[in-house]
């Protein structure tokens, strides 16, 4: 079965800093690989996505992801952070059929 | 299109009482998630129904947990009765088979007291 670790609870950023989130998986095969956002009170929002192809993803928000097999990474990042990336990301990976197993999450918290 | 629909958006309610969450998936989706989310617990998959069929409920804590999907287009889940250790809050979520993508809507954050 496939896991997720993300080994950062709680990251700290200012704004205009660059940020980057750490997402590490387990599994035997190419894994579908995701990052989500949650803002406070609302649900899960998909950043990007990585099935296949250019290791490097784009996502919404200016978020970016690489996938590196051989350190079974998808990490995520964002260059210059603004005040409303202030939020919970969650990192999942999914084997193809229908489950996808979630990491607890990474709080980011942007000051001024 | 109008993404993943949840109500009610919040439910206080005592314990004993009976909670009904409802869903309505993505248009076109056939595959439907029921997650619920705690501090303590973080994000857990309760249920899974793929065409409308309950496919793995291995995530339901109790019997009285139950899920139905009569169509394509609404889901419910019901907590009979209900305790305060359900207060969390639930997710719905909504896919097309085989790509994992799931899109989730804003979620319902029930509260037992």
């Known amino acids: 079965a496939q896991s997720v670790t993300q080994p950062d609870i709680h990251i700290t950023v200012s704004e205009g800093a660059s940020l980057e989130l750490r997402c590490n998986y387990s599994y035997g095969a190419t894994p579908y690989l995701f990052w989500y956002v949650q803002s406070p009170g609302q649900g899960l929002q998909l950043l990007l996505k990585?099935?296949?192809?250019?290791?490097l993803v784009q996502g919404i928000k200016g978020f970016e992801a690489e996938f590196k097999r051989s350190q079974s990474s998808f990490n995520l990042r964002k260059p210059s952070v603004h005040w409303s990336d202030a939020a919970e990301y969650f990192c999942?990976?999914?084997?193809?059929?229908?489950?996808?197993?979630f990491g607890a999450g990474t709080t980011v918290t942007v000051r001024a | 299109d109008a993404g993943v629909i949840q109500s009610p958006r919040h439910e206080v309610t005592e314990m004993g009482q009976e909670v009904t969450l409802r869903c309505k998936p993505i248009?076109?989706?056939?595959?439907l998630f029921w997650y619920r989310q705690t501090m303590m617990r973080g994000l857990e998959l309760l249920i899974y129904?793929?065409?409308?069929?309950?496919?793995?409920d291995s995530g339901m804590p109790e019997d009285r947990f139950s899920a139905k999907m009569p169509n394509a287009s609404f889901s419910t889940l019901k907590i009979q009765p209900s305790e305060p250790r359900d207060s969390a809050v639930y997710f719905c979520?909504?896919?097309?088979?085989?790509?994992?993508?799931?899109?989730f809507g804003p979620g319902t954050r029930l509260t037992v007291t």
């Open positions: 129904f793929n065409n409308n069929v309950p496919i793995d």
């Open positions: 990585y099935f296949s192809g250019d290791t």
């Open positions: 999942a990976v999914g084997a193809g059929d229908y489950k996808l197993s």
């Open positions: 979520a909504s896919s097309w088979k085989g790509t994992n993508e799931q899109y």
């Open positions: 248009s076109g989706h056939n595959s």
